[in-house]
């Protein structure tokens, strides 16, 4: 029972980084009917922006964390301005193309820029943990699971209580709609994609001082993460939330009793079996259409 308590509270911090970028997934998809493949990329960037700022330039931790939130609501703006809105009007193939096209350039670009050797960055905390009974809390879990619960608090009072939110809303179910009755649909869908890359951004700052800091911790959170969309429900809030910390608590188990080389496919053998047995996810509805 300890070790089950243990291996419960690791899962749970793992897949609350998952649920975060599962969220950014959601959003967009919301908002532009399309996937972006470049979500994990914006982990790994405010990662090793927060090594560039906090390890490199030895400034405090809260500023360097500052800046890299800073960049990488200035990247999910940039991002929206070079890969979606060029092709707004075409089809979802072609934009959902250009964003796995975005994911290789941000991979690449800071690939030249930093070099391949991984990065370590060090927590928040200088004290590692402390024992409640048999469980080990460590700090840096801690903190992850305290920030998703905050931001997944604000997120539904965002969404819920004020006017910018519910503009949003309406944006994500019809923006045509919500153009004729005055919405700034553009102003709207940049928000999204600031938004989105603010909370990949903060994923990654989370996990980075548990993971390496490397050009690879991106593409691994991003399918992860899109991973626990389709088995919530895609486009489902409530499902990337529940699917991501699924998925986490699935993978630490998995690892622990079954194999740990083979830790990466847990998620996605649970992900074929969603696909066979309920496609549409946890919180998905069937849809149904006339032939």
Known sequence: MDLILQLLFTGIGIGAVYALVA???VLIFRATNVVNFAQGEFSMVAAFLMVVFAVDLQWPYWLSFLLAIGGMALLGALFNLGVY???????YLPVIISTIGASIFLANTTLALYGPQPQVLPPVFETQGFLIGPVFLDTQYLLIIAV?????AFQYWFFEHTL????????????????LLGIPVAGMIMLTFVYSAVLGGIAGILV??????????GATIALKAFAATIIGGFGDVTGAIIGGLALGIIETFGAAYVSVPYKDAFAFIVLVAFLALRPQGIFGERIAEKA
């Open 23 to 25: 969220l950014g997934f």
């Open 85 to 91: 809105y060029p092709l707004r009007h075409r089809t």
């Open 148 to 152: 998703t619960a905050v931001l997944v």
């Open 164 to 179: 910018i939110g519910k503009k949003l809303q309406a944006t994500s179910q019809d923006k045509e709609m919500a153009a």
């Open 208 to 217: 980075a001082p548990v993971l390496f800091v490397s050009i690879q911790m």
